[in-house]
């Protein structure tokens, strides 16, 4: 595989209105982000990943923008955002932000226009389609609303929304709405931004016919349809390539068969991607389909295009709550995990937060989620008879908000994230966890995070490494080895609250080991050259010794 900077870096995702409030009106900024970039740096991280951060009416947390040349005054100027890319890179880290050309918000100028009249210029940028039987044009859903159409009533025709109605698709077919997006892009990266991370691209392309689903809550029909490919290739030849960044997929419903015409090193359109094949398939930890996953991907991709590892975003419940332990072994589940991330082929990211362990939420009342998804879903399932505390227990667990809370600074106040009011509420646990007690332990997950990161920079095999699962078919354990020419090392984790003795695989066995990291302090006891004595979520590394 051909070595490039963004194989070999850790990505660290900032969301920034959660991150740090800088002038005290209770939502989190660029300002702040500037004021915690000596943070981000001491960790170890190679690359900022940056939500949206452009001019939106904020109804889906600046997924809905009104203006790709602005910036949202909640989150700064453009002044700022300027300054921001230079501090970046004077502390030799580099920027990506999000890219989102699925849609623009219901109150972009272009959409405005389109809604205006059937024969405004606009009109052919966004999707429009008679009534079908005087009902919606077919009986798909939406991820965000129970139709993915909404009547204009002005002109009696329907516009389509693959998330929520204040969230109109873009036309790609059209031309000039290619043409308008590479422009948009040129100006960010000209600004000097290092890439970007691309919303739901794999939706650009639309099916045809719109023909009714089988099974309509199976989204898939939404993604992936023929078409995207010349989009993405042609987006690639206008912008991509004529810059030295990185660029990654966020696409849902893949397989690595299809995967890999996205990030295929041949196929001159993405570097890498996010699929959702864990998280969709995972709602808590399955330790046997997640080996079965990383297999497939593994094989899939080998030699020929590149994974991303992550195991929470902006939009899914944090990992140490979702698939570890966030009780009694918090600390322990979350090295676990950010080791698995770290130590699988791919490049890493780290959605704030994560790096000191920080927990999902559970609010009392619905009034204290913010989440558009959420709710809308809420309002659907209550409106439709169903029993409201239900309802909102049923949601909780994978509710958006659960990784959405504001990063936990230190004990003072609202963790010291604002001076005012939250935007949303903080997690009540700030004052057990948080970035001052963190940094102030040695042994933390923050200083954890830090030496895996610095692990990775060191070796090599790492990230080129070929990687072997030795644990088939063990559900509380996962044993696999990287390899890298004469390199090889060998991680075991124990997935589990039970102590559990692990037999090593063959290649192990009858050589030295070298500890390179672990999040047990005691010297194992009980050890062989054939077998480990594992504690509850112990995680280790092992460089093994050849063989002389
Ligand atoms: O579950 C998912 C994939 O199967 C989701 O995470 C999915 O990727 C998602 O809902 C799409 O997310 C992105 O686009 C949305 C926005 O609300 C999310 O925050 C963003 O990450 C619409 O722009
Ligand atoms: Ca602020």
Redesign the pocket.
């Known amino acids: 595989m051909k070595k490039t900077w963004w194989k070999e870096s850790v990505v660290y995702q900032v969301y920034w209105r959660s991150f740090y409030d800088s002038n005290g009106d209770g939502i989190g900024d660029l300002e702040g982000l500037l004021l915690k970039l000596h943070y981000i740096k001491d960790l170890g991280a190679d690359v900022i990943w940056l939500n949206p951060m452009y001019q939106s009416p904020d109804k889906?947390?600046g997924?809905?923008i009104s203006d790709y040349y602005g910036v949202m005054e909640k989150a700064g100027d453009m002044q700022t955002v300027e300054r921001l890319i230079s501090e970046v890179h004077n502390l030799g880290m580099k920027i990506i932000m999000d890219l989102?050309v699925?849609?623009t918000s219901d109150q972009h100028p272009w959409f405005l226009e389109s809604r205006s009249s059937k024969d405004n210029p606009k009109r052919d940028w966004y999707i429009w389609k008679d009534a079908k039987d005087g009902k919606e044009p077919n009986n798909w859903r939406s991820?965000?609303a129970p139709s993915p159409w909404t009547l204009e009533e002005k002109t009696g025709q329907y516009y389509f929304h693959s998330?929520a109605a204040e969230?109109p698709d873009l036309n790609w077919e059209n031309r000039e709405v290619r043409e308008e997006i590479y422009r948009i892009m040129r100006f960010w990266l000209d600004k000097g931004i290092d890439g970007f991370r691309m919303?739901?691209i794999n939706l650009l392309a639309k099916q045809k016919d719109y023909r009714d689903a089988a099974n309509p809550y199976d989204l898939s029909y939404l993604g992936n349809n023929p078409g995207i490919h010349e989009y993405l290739q042609e987006m690639n030849h206008e912008v991509l390539k004529h810059y030295d960044i990185m660029t990654v997929g966020?696409i849902?419903?893949v397989t690595p068969e299809d995967g890999l015409l996205y990030v295929g090193e041949d196929r001159n359109e993405l570097h890498t991607l996010f699929h959702?094949q864990v998280?969709?398939d995972m709602p808590s930890w399955d330790m046997l389909r997640y080996k079965e996953i990383q297999k497939q991907w593994y094989e899939g991709l080998k030699g020929k295009g590149w994974n991303s590892q992550f195991l929470n975003?902006?939009?899914?419940t944090r990992q140490v709550t979702r698939y570890g332990n966030d009780g009694e072994y918090r600390v322990e589940s979350a090295k676990l995990l950010g080791t698995l991330v770290h130590t699988m082929p791919g490049t890493p990211y780290i959605f704030q937060g994560e790096e000191i362990g920080m927990t999902g939420v559970c609010f009392e009342n619905i009034s204290d989620y913010r989440d558009?998804?959420m709710k809308n879903k809420y309002n659907e399932l209550v409106r439709r008879g169903e029993d409201p505390v239900q309802v909102l227990k049923d949601l909780q667990p994978l509710s958006?908000d659960n990784s959405r809370t504001p990063v936990q600074w230190d004990d003072s106040k609202n963790a010291g994230f604002t001076s005012g009011i939250s935007w949303i509420k903080v997690n009540p646990n700030y004052k057990e966890i948080n970035v001052k007690r963190e940094l102030e332990t040695p042994d933390s997950v923050f200083h954890y995070y830090k030496k895996l990161i610095a692990l990775r920079k060191e070796n090599e095999v790492m990230v080129y490494g070929d990687y072997a699962d030795h644990s088939d078919g063990q559900e509380e354990l996962y044993i696999y080895t990287r390899s890298l020419g004469e390199v090889t090392w060998l991680i075991v984790l124990n997935q589990s609250e039970r102590t559990n003795v692990v037999k090593l695989p063959e290649i192990a066995h009858g050589t030295g080991k070298e500890l390179l990291l672990g999040n047990y302090a005691e010297i194992p006891v009980g050890d062989s050259a054939e077998k480990l004595v594992m504690h509850p979520y112990e995680a280790r590394i092992y460089r093994i010794l050849n063989k002389r």
């Open positions: 889906d947390n997924y809905d989102v699925n849609h991820y965000f998330f969230q919303d739901v966020e849902p419903f959702f998280a969709d975003n902006h939009d899914h558009i998804a958006r």
